[in-house]
């Protein structure tokens, strides 16, 4: 008895984030690769679209709104003070400063035409907004449940980024998910999934689950406030399902824990000793994208040491490799390494 106490407080000091965890239950190898590369940390929102991303509050509307509007202006007067200065050209016969300001129309268009969408989407979302329906979750309902964002606004619901990152250290779990909603005495997670094939369906797979039970447990222990659900957004969208915090989500929460720290310890003994997942998953997983050997760039660390390069050379001259290649020694089915044919 002594001994698995002993045991359980070994695997416990084994840290882990809600992030790594969910990769552990998406793939094993994944999940050692987040841990041992110390991607555990690492932001879990979706990168967003530099030129333009939605705003999830009001507030955030509003100021994206102005933002694209000062800087359409400032295009505007741009662009009609080349028109000007073309027409001058083209006035007193200079054909070189013409062509100058012919180059200037071009580059001052694609930002100008990028700022005009983005304002005509913002408008239409804001008329959009005011006319949202309020929708009530049911905690009550044991399967998951269709949401969209701005109609769980609209019912009251108050949008509150994470900052810092939740730690229950009885458990060895930490994590921040990407937003969380409050009302009342409740506390509901938000995280995105990203939508790889935008032609299909979006679906909600066990590691998606796992994260949701695993932000549910840090806000209760951490605030000690009812988190019954979380809730998943599809991509860059508005629309979602609300996940039940049930028994059996918990259950799978607690095991994953368990499962994910053996995993780890075996693949400390074994450095390759973990099995690959179904080539399905491997196909779009990141840690399988074939790439270039670049040295001291491509390399992955594992304990301060770089990992030998398990790679393939095509073309008599190219050396592709992959991390999770180069951690298990072995060449994964990707998609890209398909098209390539390295394998």
Known sequence: MGDESADDATI???RLTVHALSEFVFCSRAGVLTVETNGQDADEQLRAN??????????????????????????????????????????????????LMAGLVLLLAGPLSRRVTAVQQLIRLR?????????????????????????????????????????????GLSGAPWRTL???SMTIPVFQVRQFDHEQEPRIYPQHVVRMAGYCHLIEACEGRESPAGIVLFGDTYQGVALPNSSEAKGALLASLHSSRELLIQASEDPTATSPAPAALCAGCPWGLPRRYRQDRTEIQREGESVPVFGTVIND???????????FEWIPPHELAIRLKIL
């Open 50 to 99: 530099l030129d333009f991303s939605l705003p999830y509050t009001i507030d955030e509307l509003e100021q994206s709104l102005n933002r694209h509007l000062n800087r359409l202006w400032l295009l505007g007067v741009a662009t009609c003070a080349v028109l000007f200065g073309a027409g001058i050209a083209t006035w007193t016969g200079r054909d070189l400063f013409l062509l």
């Open 127 to 171: 008329r959009e907004v005011v006319q949202q329906q309020p929708q009530e979750l049911d905690f009550a309902e044991p399967s998951r449940q269709e949401v969209s964002w701005w109609e769980l606004l609209a019912a009251g619901w108050i949008s509150v980024r994470c900052h810092e990152a939740y730690r229950d250290e009885s458990i």
């Open 317 to 327: 001259r190219d050396l592709y490799h992959a991390s999770c290649g180069d951690r």
């Open 12 to 14: 416990v000091e084994r």
């Open 182 to 184: 409050r009302r009342g």
